[in-house]
T-cell receptor, first 112, second 117 residues
Framework: SQQGEEDPQALSIQEGENATMNCSYK?????LQWYRQNSGRGLVHLIL?????REKHSGRLRVTLDTSKKSSSLLITASRAADTASYFC????????????FGQGTELSVKP | DADVTQTPRNRITKTGKRIMLECSQT?????MYWYRQDPGLGLRLIYY???????NKGEISDGYSVSRQAQAKFSLSLESAIPNQTALYFC????????????????FGAGSRLTVL
């Protein structure tokens, strides 16, 4: 079964606006990652946040993690048309042999 | 050249045929994975291997088999393809330096699109 669930499934915004995507998970985790996928291409790692971190930044990306709510959010500030892609969270947890399990993804469309 | 190379990139086949998808990597990573992507279902793990002698089933291994021929090569086989195996398949790799669960950062190939008629 899927560990992470992204919300919303699809998001459409104008260039310059901020985009926020959320990920909820079921089991306590050690780490959570976010990946990006351009249409039909391989996924690319964006950022990793550890369970003892609450917030992490990378360029225009800001990731938060709330372990009490078992949720994470990815914020893309000042979005660009080139940010159009699908975004996935991925988690791993103890007793799962090092597997990384992906959510269903949020499809982001940024209109020029 | 890409760090993780998948062949073929596209394949159309018929029900009952045997299909092999190949993956090779130049990252020097110990760990290799096969995922399947279907619209609306995200990525689901089929098999993974932490070294040449270690093969593990993922979430959806039925109907698939794998072979880790070398550290750099990991192939996925469909012994008798069926239409619901039509999907986009991804190979990924990671190193073993990070032992904490969920800390493995994956490098993905470009994908192999398989259509079973």
């Amino acid at each position: 079964s899927q560990q992470g669930e992204e919300d919303p499934q699809a998001l459409s915004i104008q260039e310059g606006e901020n985009a926020t995507m959320n990920c909820s998970y079921k089991t306590s985790i050690n780490n959570l990652q976010w990946y990006r996928q351009n249409s039909g291409r391989g996924l690319v790692h964006l950022i990793l946040i550890r369970s003892n971190e609450r917030e992490k930044h990378s360029g225009r990306l800001r990731v938060t993690l709330d372990t009490s709510k078992k949720s994470s959010s990815l914020l893309i500030t000042a979005s660009r048309a080139a940010d159009t892609a699908s975004y996935f969270c991925a988690t791993g947890w103890d007793n799962q042999g090092g597997k990384l399990i992906f959510g269903q993804g949020t499809e982001l469309s940024v209109k020029p | 050249d890409a760090d993780v190379t998948q062949t073929p990139r596209n394949r159309i086949t018929k029900t009952g045929k045997r299909i092999m998808l190949e993956c090779s990597q130049t990252k020097g990573h110990d760990r290799m994975y096969w995922y399947r992507q279907d619209p609306g279902l995200g990525l689901r793990l089929i098999y993974y291997s932490f070294d040449v002698k270690d093969i593990n089933k993922g979430e959806i291994s039925d109907g698939y088999s794998v072979s880790r021929q070398a550290q750099a090569k990991f192939s996925l086989s469909l012994e008798s393809a069926i239409p619901n195996q039509t999907a986009l398949y991804f190979c990924a790799t990671s190193d073993s330096a990070r032992s904490a669960a969920g800390a493995n950062v994956l490098t993905f190939g470009a994908g192999s699109r398989l259509t079973v008629l």
